[in-house]
């Protein structure tokens, strides 16, 4: 038997969720895996949080991606101070907000200039901006913010060379993901959304002109059967991947060694067997994921998950730290463990939308935390973890900071 659930009040989010979203969700879990809740910035959305629901619902065609449609439901879900002008923007025609068969258009296009040889020849490189990292940090020690000294320059000078972004540009690129991503005022929202526009439109235009041996001057060639992408298409598919290519390995970089440095048997464990290295890293993309809820859908007829049928022309979150931490997947899903077999996480999302940066976030993060143990055998936390300050986004989940004496 289904059940549609419309009368509840929906469950707002707050700050505390943003510190640990799956004390929310272990009780969600049992008592409501699918309901509705008010999201930043004032939209009441439908929530997934089981993994037996979350897994088919990410690979569900009726859970649409198509950005065009948004924006006539984001304003009737919406709560009245939402300002409109920020969803309208040239960021968002990208594969992520497309349903087949322009979602398998662009995926194609782009997959010929991103293609996983073209990673693993990069780990040299990675390596290099890893070592030249560590030894900056040594020489700011014994205390440094991780974040900035490493966490966050790694990922951006890999997608900076990768994509052919003057590196001089990261920190502005930094302000401005950090607010559009942010559950902040929409006004701030609306004009990083506009200074990184114009900024990749320039880009374009000068990769257009003047191609280089980069991915995005590929990607501004790549064509298929003649076909070839639009100017807003690139410039979206650039902040796509530019984006999602420092976020993700962000805070992958940052949750997986405050999840270590609280627990000594775990980074004893990887310091002894540095061959675990590979397998930490799933542990730490399960454990404390560094995107919390998978990007929007919206349901383009009425959907059945977990005995709750959602009518047609719903928006819906999908959980991905719910869906990590659901006891009836995972074994002891709330503690750390760098040898347990973690296959068939979802971090990087499931089905046609699963993350195409996924190989590179992987390599980083094996590269980051070796070179990490590897220099610093004494490194510890340099504030209490209770103190530590979490962004407040529903989509990344990540720190402000992480300090850390060595």
């Known amino acids: 038997?289904?059940?549609?659930?419309?009368?509840?009040?929906?469950?707002?989010?707050?700050?505390?969720?943003?510190?640990?979203?799956?004390?929310?969700?272990?009780?969600?879990?049992?008592?409501?895996?699918?309901?509705?809740?008010?999201?930043?910035?004032?939209?009441?959305?439908?929530?997934?949080?089981r993994y037996a629901d979350v897994r088919p619902a990410l690979n569900d065609a009726r859970l649409a991606k198509n950005g065009r449609r948004f924006q006539d439901l984001i304003g009737r879900h919406a709560a009245p101070?939402?300002?409109?002008?920020?969803?309208?923007?040239?960021?968002?025609?990208?594969?992520?907000?497309?349903?087949?068969?322009?979602?398998?258009?662009?995926?194609?296009?782009?997959?010929?200039?991103?293609?996983?040889?073209?990673?693993?020849?990069?780990?040299?490189?990675?390596?290099?901006?890893?070592?030249?990292?560590?030894?900056?940090?040594?020489?700011?020690?014994?205390?440094?913010?991780?974040?900035?000294?490493?966490?966050?320059?790694?990922?951006?000078?890999?997608?900076?060379?990768?994509?052919?972004?003057?590196?001089?540009?990261?920190?502005?690129?930094?302000?401005?993901?950090?607010?559009?991503?942010?559950?902040g005022e929409p006004e701030e929202r609306s004009a990083a959304a506009q200074a990184m526009a114009q900024f990749l439109a320039e880009l374009v235009a000068q990769k257009t002109a003047q191609p280089g041996e980069d991915m995005l001057s590929a990607i501004v060639a790549a064509s298929e059967d003649g076909d070839r992408l639009s100017h807003i298409e690139v410039i979206s598919m650039a902040f796509l991947l530019l984006v999602a290519g420092h976020e993700t390995t962000v805070n992958l970089i940052g949750n997986g060694m405050l999840a270590l440095l609280r627990r000594p048997d775990q980074l004893a464990a990887l310091r002894a067997d540095p061959s675990l290295v590979p397998n930490a890293v799933e542990e730490f993309l399960r454990f404390d994921g560094p995107v919390n809820l998978a990007t929007m859908r919206h349901t383009s007829a009425p959907v059945e998950i977990g005995g709750v049928t959602i009518p047609e022309g719903e928006l819906v979150l999908v959980s991905l730290i719910g869906a990590n931490r659901d006891p009836g997947r995972f074994e002891r899903p709330d503690e750390l463990d760098v040898t347990r077999d973690t296959s068939g996480h979802v971090a990087f999302g499931y089905g046609i939308h699963h993350c195409l940066g996924a190989p590179l976030a992987r390599l980083e993060g094996e590269i980051a935390f070796r070179t990490l143990l590897d220099r610093f055998p004494d490194i510890e936390l340099a504030a209490e973890p209770a103190s530590l300050a979490w962004r407040e986004s529903s989509l990344i989940h990540g720190l402000h900071r992480l300090p850390v004496r060595f």
């Open 81 to 183: 101070t939402v300002r409109m002008a920020e969803f309208a923007n040239s960021l968002v025609e990208h594969m992520l907000n497309s349903d087949p068969p322009d979602h398998t258009r662009l995926r194609k296009l782009v997959n010929r200039a991103f293609t996983v040889r073209a990673i693993a020849q990069m780990r040299p490189r990675i390596t290099e901006i890893a070592t030249e990292l560590a030894d900056s940090m040594t020489a700011h020690g014994p205390e440094v913010d991780l974040l900035d000294e490493f966490a966050f320059p790694l990922p951006m000078t890999v997608i900076c060379e990768l994509l052919g972004v003057p590196q001089d540009r990261r920190d502005e690129f930094r302000t401005w993901s950090n607010t559009l991503l942010s559950a």
């Open 1 to 49: 038997m289904t059940r549609t659930v419309g009368n509840t009040d929906p469950i707002p989010l707050d700050d505390d969720f943003f510190a640990d979203p799956d004390a929310l969700y272990r009780r969600l879990r049992v008592e409501a895996p699918v309901t509705r809740i008010v999201a930043p910035p004032g939209l009441v959305v439908w929530l997934v949080t």
